[in-house]
């Protein structure tokens, strides 16, 4: 089983900046690709940004220039840099990855439990 810890959600100031950290933990054998979702109230859940294992990276729009994803290999850690937070960014945001199991070498959609990210304006 595997298991995907977030931390780094928080109360900021609109312009301020926050960092999002995730790390899968359990028996891997990699990872194909690690992502960010976030949920507004009332909203569907949207990708935020999408880093695959070959270190490519996807935004939405609403975020790019401003958001960057990158992940650490050897931690099997993603993490999310926000800068320039907008009032409308308040969402849980939620770790996703692709994880390739040791055993079976089946792939395996995992989410982590989310954490808040509030900017208020």
């Known amino acids: 089983q595997v298991q995907l810890v977030e931390s780094g959600g928080g109360l900021v100031q609109a312009g301020g900046s926050l960092r999002l950290s995730c790390a899968a933990r359990?028996?891997?054998?990699?990872?194909?690709?690690m992502s960010w979702y976030r949920q507004a109230p009332g909203k569907q859940r949207e990708l935020v940004a999408i880093?695959?294992?070959?270190?490519?990276?996807k935004y939405a729009d609403s975020v790019k220039g401003r958001f960057t994803i990158s992940r650490d290999v050897a931690k099997n850690a993603v993490y999310l840099e926000m800068n320039r937070l907008k009032p409308e960014d308040t969402a849980v945001y939620y770790c996703?990855?692709?994880?390739?199991?040791?055993?079976?070498?089946?792939?395996?959609?995992?989410w982590g439990q989310g954490t808040q990210v509030t900017v208020s304006s």
């Open positions: 359990g028996i891997i054998f990699s990872i194909n690709y």
């Open positions: 880093i695959p294992s070959d270190d490519t990276t």
């Open positions: 996703n990855a692709e994880v390739k199991d040791l055993a079976t070498r089946a792939y395996t959609d995992y």
